[in-house]
Protein backbone atom coordinates (compact mmCIF):
# COMPACT_ATOMS: atom_id res chain seq x y z
CA UNK A 1 0.00 0.00 0.00
CA UNK A 2 1.38 3.43 -0.82
CA UNK A 3 2.21 6.19 1.63
CA UNK A 4 -0.81 8.37 2.14
CA UNK A 5 -1.29 11.38 0.13
CA UNK A 6 -0.35 14.83 1.99
CA UNK A 7 -1.42 17.71 -0.52
CA UNK A 8 -0.55 20.30 1.70
CA UNK A 9 2.89 18.96 2.35
CA UNK A 10 6.15 21.07 0.88
CA UNK A 11 7.52 18.74 -1.46
CA UNK A 12 4.39 16.76 -2.49
CA UNK A 13 5.93 17.07 -6.13
CA UNK A 14 9.29 16.08 -5.60
CA UNK A 15 10.15 12.44 -6.20
CA UNK A 16 13.53 11.06 -4.64
CA UNK A 17 15.69 7.77 -5.89
CA UNK A 18 16.95 6.77 -2.71
CA UNK A 19 20.01 4.35 -3.48
CA UNK A 20 21.45 4.26 0.05
CA UNK A 21 21.84 2.20 3.07
CA UNK A 22 21.90 1.73 6.62
CA UNK A 23 21.70 5.68 8.33
CA UNK A 24 23.03 8.95 7.59
CA UNK A 25 20.72 9.01 3.51
CA UNK A 26 18.19 6.79 4.67
CA UNK A 27 17.33 8.97 8.03
CA UNK A 28 17.28 11.96 5.36
CA UNK A 29 14.97 10.34 2.53
CA UNK A 30 12.71 9.29 5.30
CA UNK A 31 12.01 12.72 6.07
CA UNK A 32 11.96 13.81 2.76
CA UNK A 33 9.01 11.34 2.64
CA UNK A 34 7.40 13.03 6.24
CA UNK A 35 7.71 16.23 4.23
CA UNK A 36 5.32 14.75 1.27
CA UNK A 37 8.30 13.74 -1.40
CA UNK A 38 7.35 10.34 -2.61
CA UNK A 39 10.86 8.15 -1.61
CA UNK A 40 11.49 5.24 -3.79
CA UNK A 41 13.96 3.14 -2.21
CA UNK A 42 16.06 0.79 -4.09
CA UNK A 43 16.23 -2.58 -2.59
CA UNK A 44 17.49 -5.97 -3.30
CA UNK A 45 16.20 -9.55 -3.42
CA UNK A 46 19.80 -11.54 -2.68
CA UNK A 47 20.26 -11.44 0.38
CA UNK A 48 23.80 -10.80 0.58
CA UNK A 49 23.52 -7.79 -0.27
CA UNK A 50 20.34 -6.67 1.54
CA UNK A 51 19.82 -3.17 3.57
CA UNK A 52 21.39 -4.49 6.92
CA UNK A 53 18.44 -2.86 8.84
CA UNK A 54 16.56 -4.97 7.21
CA UNK A 55 18.44 -8.55 7.77
CA UNK A 56 20.50 -8.33 10.86
CA UNK A 57 20.42 -5.07 13.10
CA UNK A 58 16.63 -5.35 14.61
CA UNK A 59 15.23 -4.93 17.39
CA UNK A 60 13.16 -7.73 16.34
CA UNK A 61 9.33 -7.63 18.47
CA UNK A 62 9.68 -9.70 21.55
CA UNK A 63 13.35 -10.17 20.34
CA UNK A 64 12.21 -12.44 18.42
CA UNK A 65 12.35 -12.60 13.83
CA UNK A 66 9.20 -13.48 12.66
CA UNK A 67 8.15 -15.33 9.61
CA UNK A 68 8.93 -12.21 7.68
CA UNK A 69 11.95 -11.24 9.43
CA UNK A 70 13.16 -8.96 6.92
CA UNK A 71 10.03 -6.28 7.32
CA UNK A 72 10.62 -6.63 10.76
CA UNK A 73 13.16 -5.12 12.16
CA UNK A 74 12.87 -1.74 14.10
CA UNK A 75 15.81 -0.12 12.54
CA UNK A 76 14.89 -0.07 9.27
CA UNK A 77 11.46 0.85 9.90
CA UNK A 78 12.47 4.11 11.36
CA UNK A 79 14.51 4.77 8.45
CA UNK A 80 12.54 3.92 5.84
CA UNK A 81 9.09 5.11 7.09
CA UNK A 82 6.43 6.53 4.17
CA UNK A 83 8.61 5.25 1.70
CA UNK A 84 8.49 2.87 -1.44
CA UNK A 85 10.45 -0.01 -2.74
CA UNK A 86 11.91 -1.22 -5.62
CA UNK A 87 14.29 -4.41 -5.90
CA UNK A 88 16.93 -4.29 -8.68
CA UNK A 89 20.72 -6.34 -8.55
CA UNK A 90 22.89 -3.33 -9.37
CA UNK A 91 25.46 -5.59 -10.42
CA UNK A 92 23.17 -6.22 -13.26
CA UNK A 93 23.54 -3.68 -16.57
CA UNK A 94 19.94 -4.35 -16.81
CA UNK A 95 19.18 -2.64 -13.62
CA UNK A 96 21.62 0.12 -14.44
CA UNK A 97 19.95 1.11 -17.25
CA UNK A 98 16.46 0.82 -14.98
CA UNK A 99 18.07 3.28 -12.50
CA UNK A 100 18.94 5.53 -15.40
CA UNK A 101 15.79 5.86 -16.92
CA UNK A 102 14.09 6.12 -13.50
CA UNK A 103 16.08 9.07 -12.86
CA UNK A 104 14.48 10.88 -15.63
CA UNK A 105 11.53 10.94 -13.62
CA UNK A 106 13.12 11.94 -10.42
CA UNK A 107 14.01 15.39 -8.81
CA UNK A 108 16.61 13.66 -6.22
CA UNK A 109 18.75 11.14 -6.06
CA UNK A 110 20.62 9.92 -2.41
CA UNK A 111 23.40 7.50 -2.22
CA UNK A 112 26.21 6.27 0.23
CA UNK A 113 28.55 4.12 -1.74
CA UNK A 114 32.18 5.10 -2.02
CA UNK A 115 33.03 6.69 -4.96
CA UNK A 116 34.50 3.61 -6.62
CA UNK A 117 30.90 1.93 -6.38
CA UNK A 118 28.98 4.73 -8.57
CA UNK A 119 31.18 5.38 -11.08
CA UNK A 120 31.80 1.39 -11.69
CA UNK A 121 28.30 0.96 -11.97
CA UNK A 122 27.93 3.95 -14.40
CA UNK A 123 25.82 5.79 -11.86
CA UNK A 124 27.80 8.85 -10.75
CA UNK A 125 26.95 12.39 -10.60
CA UNK A 126 28.07 13.13 -14.71
CA UNK A 127 26.69 10.18 -15.87
CA UNK A 128 22.99 10.60 -14.49
CA UNK A 129 23.36 14.27 -14.96
CA UNK A 130 23.62 13.19 -18.46
CA UNK A 131 19.77 11.74 -18.72
CA UNK A 132 18.25 14.62 -16.54
CA UNK A 133 20.33 17.84 -16.56
CA UNK A 134 18.54 19.33 -13.29
CA UNK A 135 19.23 16.45 -11.17
CA UNK A 136 19.81 17.36 -7.62
CA UNK A 137 22.26 14.33 -5.97
CA UNK A 138 23.84 13.76 -3.03
CA UNK A 139 26.77 11.38 -2.65
CA UNK A 140 27.33 10.89 1.33
CA UNK A 141 30.95 9.28 1.62
CA UNK A 142 32.94 9.22 4.69
CA UNK A 143 36.00 11.59 3.48
CA UNK A 144 34.28 12.93 0.27
CA UNK A 145 35.28 12.29 -3.31
CA UNK A 146 38.53 14.43 -3.42
CA UNK A 147 41.65 14.84 -1.17
CA UNK A 148 43.90 11.48 -0.30
CA UNK A 149 41.52 9.45 1.63
CA UNK A 150 38.74 9.93 -0.94
CA UNK A 151 38.33 6.34 -1.56
CA UNK A 152 38.81 4.67 1.92
CA UNK A 153 35.77 3.05 3.49
CA UNK A 154 33.93 4.62 6.34
CA UNK A 155 30.95 4.13 9.28
CA UNK A 156 30.15 6.32 12.04
CA UNK A 157 31.71 4.81 14.77
CA UNK A 158 35.28 4.57 12.80
CA UNK A 159 34.98 8.39 11.54
CA UNK A 160 34.49 10.12 15.22
CA UNK A 161 38.28 9.62 15.98
CA UNK A 162 39.24 11.88 12.73
CA UNK A 163 36.56 14.48 12.87
CA UNK A 164 37.99 15.45 16.19
CA UNK A 165 35.09 14.79 18.79
CA UNK A 166 36.64 11.74 20.47
CA UNK A 167 39.53 13.61 21.39
CA UNK A 168 36.92 15.36 23.21
CA UNK A 169 35.24 13.19 25.30
CA UNK A 170 36.16 10.95 28.00
CA UNK A 171 35.62 10.36 31.50
CA UNK A 172 37.11 11.80 33.92
CA UNK A 173 39.76 9.14 36.45
CA UNK A 174 41.04 9.23 39.40
CA UNK A 175 44.45 11.13 39.90
CA UNK A 176 47.46 10.89 42.23
CA UNK A 177 46.15 12.68 44.83
CA UNK A 178 43.44 10.78 45.41
CA UNK A 179 41.52 13.26 43.14
CA UNK A 180 39.35 12.85 39.64
CA UNK A 181 41.26 14.83 36.91
CA UNK A 182 41.40 14.79 33.01
CA UNK A 183 40.43 11.33 32.02
CA UNK A 184 43.38 9.91 29.39
CA UNK A 185 41.34 7.69 27.28
CA UNK A 186 39.30 9.09 24.46
CA UNK A 187 35.50 8.13 24.44
CA UNK A 188 32.83 7.59 21.42
CA UNK A 189 30.11 10.33 21.88
CA UNK A 190 27.71 7.68 21.31
CA UNK A 191 25.96 5.42 19.26
CA UNK A 192 26.06 6.60 14.73
CA UNK A 193 26.42 10.39 16.03
CA UNK A 194 28.30 10.96 12.72
CA UNK A 195 25.10 9.27 10.38
CA UNK A 196 22.83 11.94 12.29
CA UNK A 197 25.18 15.21 11.92
CA UNK A 198 25.21 13.98 8.23
CA UNK A 199 21.33 13.54 8.22
CA UNK A 200 20.56 17.30 9.00
CA UNK A 201 23.71 18.46 6.61
CA UNK A 202 22.09 16.73 3.73
CA UNK A 203 18.81 17.74 4.47
CA UNK A 204 19.79 21.65 4.48
CA UNK A 205 22.03 21.27 1.39
CA UNK A 206 19.11 19.49 -0.30
CA UNK A 207 16.82 22.08 0.87
CA UNK A 208 18.87 24.80 -0.77
CA UNK A 209 19.67 22.91 -3.56
CA UNK A 210 15.51 22.51 -4.44
CA UNK A 211 15.42 26.50 -3.86
CA UNK A 212 18.15 27.19 -6.28
CA UNK A 213 16.96 24.51 -9.19
CA UNK A 214 13.35 26.53 -8.61
CA UNK A 215 14.79 29.98 -9.00
CA UNK A 216 17.73 28.65 -11.99
CA UNK A 217 16.07 25.53 -13.37
CA UNK A 218 20.21 24.02 -12.56
CA UNK A 219 20.61 21.03 -10.83
CA UNK A 220 23.51 20.48 -8.35
CA UNK A 221 25.72 17.89 -7.33
CA UNK A 222 26.42 18.12 -3.19
CA UNK A 223 29.54 16.10 -2.08
CA UNK A 224 29.33 15.55 1.81
CA UNK A 225 31.77 14.20 3.51
CA UNK A 226 30.58 12.62 6.76
CA UNK A 227 33.99 13.31 8.55
CA UNK A 228 33.75 17.15 7.99
CA UNK A 229 30.11 17.47 9.37
CA UNK A 230 31.59 16.16 12.36
CA UNK A 231 34.26 18.36 12.68
CA UNK A 232 31.74 21.58 12.80
CA UNK A 233 30.48 20.48 16.25
CA UNK A 234 34.15 21.28 17.98
CA UNK A 235 33.85 24.63 16.90
CA UNK A 236 34.93 26.33 20.49
CA UNK A 237 38.39 23.32 21.07
CA UNK A 238 39.43 24.65 17.51
CA UNK A 239 39.39 28.08 18.33
CA UNK A 240 40.95 27.60 21.41
CA UNK A 241 43.69 25.87 19.88
CA UNK A 242 44.18 28.67 17.41
CA UNK A 243 44.18 31.09 19.42
CA UNK A 244 45.25 29.83 22.43
CA UNK A 245 47.25 26.95 21.71
CA UNK A 246 45.56 25.02 24.31
CA UNK A 247 44.14 21.43 24.34
CA UNK A 248 40.58 20.88 25.47
CA UNK A 249 40.24 18.15 28.54
CA UNK A 250 38.61 15.53 28.46
CA UNK A 251 36.55 16.10 31.64
CA UNK A 252 33.08 14.38 30.77
CA UNK A 253 29.97 15.35 32.27
CA UNK A 254 31.77 18.90 34.06
CA UNK A 255 32.09 22.39 32.75
CA UNK A 256 35.78 23.99 32.25
CA UNK A 257 34.51 26.93 33.94
CA UNK A 258 31.32 26.66 35.41
CA UNK A 259 30.54 24.86 38.50
CA UNK A 260 28.59 23.29 39.43
CA UNK A 261 27.82 21.47 36.32
CA UNK A 262 27.37 17.47 36.08
CA UNK A 263 24.64 14.88 36.17
CA UNK A 264 23.58 13.35 39.91
CA UNK A 265 21.80 10.77 41.25
CA UNK A 266 18.12 10.31 41.93
CA UNK A 267 15.80 8.23 43.80
CA UNK A 268 15.38 4.96 42.03
CA UNK A 269 17.00 2.65 39.77
CA UNK A 270 19.24 4.26 37.40
CA UNK A 271 17.85 7.67 38.24
CA UNK A 272 19.30 11.35 37.28
CA UNK A 273 19.31 14.63 36.82
CA UNK A 274 21.68 16.86 34.52
CA UNK A 275 22.10 20.55 36.17
CA UNK A 276 24.12 23.85 35.36
CA UNK A 277 24.91 26.73 37.40
CA UNK A 278 26.05 29.34 35.18
CA UNK A 279 26.39 32.44 36.85
CA UNK A 280 26.59 33.33 40.86
CA UNK A 281 22.58 34.45 40.24
CA UNK A 282 22.42 30.30 39.60
CA UNK A 283 24.74 29.68 42.43
CA UNK A 284 22.51 31.37 44.80
CA UNK A 285 19.29 30.02 43.45
CA UNK A 286 20.88 26.20 43.92
CA UNK A 287 21.72 26.86 47.48
CA UNK A 288 18.23 28.18 48.37
CA UNK A 289 16.93 25.24 46.69
CA UNK A 290 18.85 23.06 48.32
CA UNK A 291 17.63 24.10 51.48
CA UNK A 292 21.72 24.97 52.47
CA UNK A 293 21.36 28.95 51.78
CA UNK A 294 24.63 28.91 54.25
CA UNK A 295 26.81 27.20 51.66
CA UNK A 296 26.72 30.41 49.30
CA UNK A 297 29.38 32.51 52.31
CA UNK A 298 31.12 29.10 52.68
CA UNK A 299 35.15 30.16 51.32
CA UNK A 300 35.27 26.86 49.46
CA UNK A 301 32.04 27.72 47.04
CA UNK A 302 32.91 31.68 47.47
CA UNK A 303 33.44 32.02 43.44
CA UNK A 304 33.36 29.64 40.14
CA UNK A 305 37.21 29.13 40.01
CA UNK A 306 36.67 28.12 44.48
CA UNK A 307 33.97 26.05 43.29
CA UNK A 308 35.07 24.32 40.74
CA UNK A 309 38.26 23.39 42.76
CA UNK A 310 36.21 21.87 45.31
CA UNK A 311 33.43 20.32 43.25
CA UNK A 312 34.15 17.01 44.46
CA UNK A 313 32.87 17.99 48.00
CA UNK A 314 29.90 19.92 46.33
CA UNK A 315 29.22 17.26 44.30
CA UNK A 316 28.56 15.20 47.57
CA UNK A 317 26.09 17.93 48.79
CA UNK A 318 24.22 17.92 46.17
CA UNK A 319 24.30 14.34 45.29
CA UNK A 320 22.62 14.20 48.44
CA UNK A 321 19.71 16.02 48.37
CA UNK A 322 18.87 14.68 44.69
CA UNK A 323 19.21 11.28 46.12
CA UNK A 324 15.87 12.21 47.70
CA UNK A 325 13.94 13.19 45.43
CA UNK A 326 12.79 11.59 41.90
CA UNK A 327 14.79 13.02 38.39
CA UNK A 328 11.27 15.18 37.83
CA UNK A 329 11.31 16.44 41.48
CA UNK A 330 14.36 18.23 41.19
CA UNK A 331 13.94 19.55 37.73
CA UNK A 332 10.73 21.03 38.70
CA UNK A 333 12.36 22.40 42.17
CA UNK A 334 15.56 23.75 40.23
CA UNK A 335 13.67 25.12 36.91
CA UNK A 336 11.25 26.82 39.89
CA UNK A 337 14.53 28.51 41.35
CA UNK A 338 15.28 29.22 37.50
CA UNK A 339 18.55 27.19 37.74
CA UNK A 340 19.19 25.36 34.61
CA UNK A 341 18.16 21.16 35.25
CA UNK A 342 16.87 18.50 33.28
CA UNK A 343 15.95 14.97 34.11
CA UNK A 344 17.40 11.98 32.60
CA UNK A 345 15.30 10.42 30.36
CA UNK A 346 15.60 6.37 29.79
CA UNK A 347 14.14 5.25 26.70
CA UNK A 348 11.27 4.10 28.44
CA UNK A 349 10.52 7.34 30.33
CA UNK A 350 11.18 9.16 27.02
CA UNK A 351 8.29 7.18 25.42
CA UNK A 352 5.57 8.06 28.35
CA UNK A 353 6.77 11.50 29.07
CA UNK A 354 4.37 13.99 29.26
CA UNK A 355 5.91 16.90 27.49
CA UNK A 356 7.15 14.20 24.11
CA UNK A 357 3.08 13.32 24.45
CA UNK A 358 2.07 16.74 24.92
CA UNK A 359 4.01 17.97 21.26
CA UNK A 360 2.92 14.12 19.26
CA UNK A 361 6.25 13.80 19.17
CA UNK A 362 6.28 10.49 19.02
CA UNK A 363 3.52 9.58 15.93
CA UNK A 364 1.33 6.35 15.81
CA UNK A 365 2.37 4.12 13.01
CA UNK A 366 0.47 1.18 11.61
CA UNK A 367 1.85 -1.61 9.61
CA UNK A 368 -0.14 -4.28 7.46
CA UNK A 369 -1.58 -6.95 9.24
CA UNK A 370 0.72 -9.36 7.31
CA UNK A 371 3.55 -8.01 8.55
CA UNK A 372 2.78 -8.87 12.27
CA UNK A 373 4.01 -5.38 13.84
CA UNK A 374 2.21 -4.26 16.56
CA UNK A 375 1.14 -0.48 16.14
CA UNK A 376 3.91 1.83 17.30
CA UNK A 377 5.25 5.74 18.30
CA UNK A 378 7.93 6.38 15.44
CA UNK A 379 10.07 9.37 16.55
CA UNK A 380 9.40 12.44 14.79
CA UNK A 381 10.91 15.80 13.76
CA UNK A 382 11.60 18.44 16.59
CA UNK A 383 9.75 21.44 14.86
CA UNK A 384 6.14 21.81 13.67
CA UNK A 385 4.89 23.11 10.50
CA UNK A 386 2.07 26.06 11.34
CA UNK A 387 0.50 26.41 7.56
CA UNK A 388 0.85 22.93 5.80
CA UNK A 389 1.49 19.67 6.66
CA UNK A 390 5.09 17.04 7.87
CA UNK A 391 4.24 13.64 9.81
CA UNK A 392 4.76 9.89 9.54
CA UNK A 393 2.95 8.76 6.21
CA UNK A 394 3.16 4.78 6.53
CA UNK A 395 5.30 2.46 7.69
CA UNK A 396 8.38 1.08 5.90
CA UNK A 397 7.60 -0.26 2.60
CA UNK A 398 7.28 -4.19 2.22
CA UNK A 399 10.45 -5.62 0.15
CA UNK A 400 9.28 -4.80 -3.69
CA UNK A 401 5.60 -3.14 -2.95
CA UNK A 402 6.34 -0.56 -5.79
CA UNK A 403 7.95 -3.37 -8.73
CA UNK A 404 4.85 -2.76 -10.61
CA UNK A 405 4.19 0.53 -9.88
CA UNK A 406 7.26 2.07 -10.97
CA UNK A 407 8.66 0.02 -13.47
CA UNK A 408 4.86 -0.78 -15.45
CA UNK A 409 3.09 2.51 -14.58
CA UNK A 410 6.12 5.37 -14.07
CA UNK A 411 8.77 3.36 -17.30
CA UNK A 412 6.34 1.25 -19.34
CA UNK A 413 8.23 -2.00 -19.01
CA UNK A 414 6.43 -4.60 -20.79
CA UNK A 415 4.73 -7.75 -19.09
CA UNK A 416 7.78 -9.73 -21.14
CA UNK A 417 10.58 -7.91 -19.30
CA UNK A 418 9.40 -8.00 -15.98
CA UNK A 419 8.56 -11.85 -16.10
CA UNK A 420 12.39 -12.02 -17.23
CA UNK A 421 13.40 -9.50 -13.77
CA UNK A 422 11.49 -11.84 -11.40
CA UNK A 423 12.92 -15.17 -12.81
CA UNK A 424 16.64 -13.83 -12.22
CA UNK A 425 15.60 -12.61 -8.63
CA UNK A 426 16.34 -9.29 -9.75
CA UNK A 427 12.75 -8.10 -8.49
CA UNK A 428 10.56 -9.94 -5.64
CA UNK A 429 8.99 -9.92 -2.47
CA UNK A 430 10.94 -11.93 -0.20
CA UNK A 431 14.74 -12.95 0.02
CA UNK A 432 16.59 -14.96 -2.21
CA UNK A 433 19.26 -17.27 -0.11
CA UNK A 434 20.01 -16.29 3.33
CA UNK A 435 18.00 -16.48 6.42
CA UNK A 436 16.49 -15.07 9.29
CA UNK A 437 19.34 -14.32 11.86
CA UNK A 438 19.81 -15.36 15.37
CA UNK A 439 18.67 -13.47 18.11
CA UNK A 440 20.66 -13.74 21.83
CA UNK A 441 18.35 -14.00 24.68
CA UNK A 442 18.16 -11.01 26.74
CA UNK A 443 19.07 -12.48 30.10
CA UNK A 444 22.30 -13.48 28.22
CA UNK A 445 22.75 -10.29 26.58
CA UNK A 446 22.34 -8.59 30.16
CA UNK A 447 25.08 -10.73 31.16
CA UNK A 448 27.55 -9.91 28.10
CA UNK A 449 26.63 -6.30 28.68
CA UNK A 450 24.64 -5.65 25.84
CA UNK A 451 21.94 -4.35 26.96
CA UNK A 452 21.99 -2.75 31.09
CA UNK A 453 18.28 -4.46 30.99
CA UNK A 454 14.97 -5.23 30.00
CA UNK A 455 11.24 -5.09 31.29
CA UNK A 456 8.58 -7.65 30.52
CA UNK A 457 5.56 -5.95 30.86
CA UNK A 458 6.69 -2.42 28.96
CA UNK A 459 3.71 -2.80 27.08
CA UNK A 460 1.55 -2.32 29.65
CA UNK A 461 2.60 1.33 30.61
CA UNK A 462 3.06 2.65 27.14
CA UNK A 463 0.68 5.25 26.30
CA UNK A 464 -2.42 3.80 23.71
CA UNK A 465 -1.79 4.24 19.85
Known sequence: MPPAPMPQAPLRNIRVLDLSRVFAMPFAGANLADLGAEVIKIDTCQAQFMDTTRTITGPFPDNQPGELWWEQGGTFQILNRGKRSLTLDLRSVESQAVIKDLVQVCDVVLENFTPRVMARFGLDYESLRAKKPDLIMVSNTGYGHSGPWSSFGAMASALEPTHGTGAFMGYMEEGPDGRLAEGQVPNKMGNSYSDFLATWTALGALMAALLRRARTGAGQWIDLAMYQTGTTVIGAGLLDFAFNGRRTQRIGNRHPVWSPHGV?????????????????????????????????????????????????????????????????????????????????????????????????????????????????????????????????RGPAPRLGEANDYVLRELLGIDSARLKAFAEDWTIGNEPEGGGAPGVVPLDEQVELGWIAEYDDDYLERLPPV
Not at 355 to 381: C, I, M, S
Open 264 to 392: YPCQGHDQWVALAVRCQADWLALCRALGRPELASDPRFADPIDRRRHQEELDEIIASWTSAHTSYQVTDTLQGAGVPAGAVLTAKQALTDPQYLARGFFETVHNPPEVDLRPKGYVGRGWKFSMCEAEI
